[in-house]
């Protein structure tokens, strides 16, 4: 069982930056694939990025590609999201999630979920 707990979102204007990170406790953390989804308001959640277990490896979706950054330390147990150049429609709950078998986008396959973050990026 693995505990993960969010931090580092808060208020920023646009065009500004926000780095995310994602403790977890409990569990072998280097086993599992990591990713970030989040939930703007009124919408479904959606994928963000994604890293194996390894690191080395990541995925993004293509609205925060070249902009966002995923990482991950295995020996602190943390994932990171560097957020620069955010934008409006980037204001969102985010969410890391850790997944025992990969580390893809479908957030159906996460079996392991924080409580979120709320990021909200102003004009």
């Known amino acids: 069982q693995v505990q993960l707990v969010e931090s580092g979102g808060g208020l920023v204007q646009a065009g500004g930056s926000l780095r995310l990170s994602c403790a977890a406790s409990?569990?072998?953390?280097?086993?599992?694939?990591l990713g970030w989804f989040r939930q703007p308001p009124g919408k479904e959640r959606e994928f963000v990025a994604s890293i194996r277990r390894t690191g080395g490896l990541t995925n993004y979706a293509n609205s925060v590609k070249g902009r966002f950054t995923i990482s991950r330390d295995n020996a602190k147990m943390t994932v990171y999201l560097q957020m620069n150049s955010l934008k409006l429609e980037d204001t969102a709950v985010y969410y890391c999630a850790a997944d025992r078998t990969g580390w893809g986008a479908d957030r159906n396959k996460y079996d392991y979920w924080g409580q979120g973050t709320q990021v909200t990026v102003s004009s």
């Open positions: 409990g569990g072998t953390f280097s086993s599992y694939g």
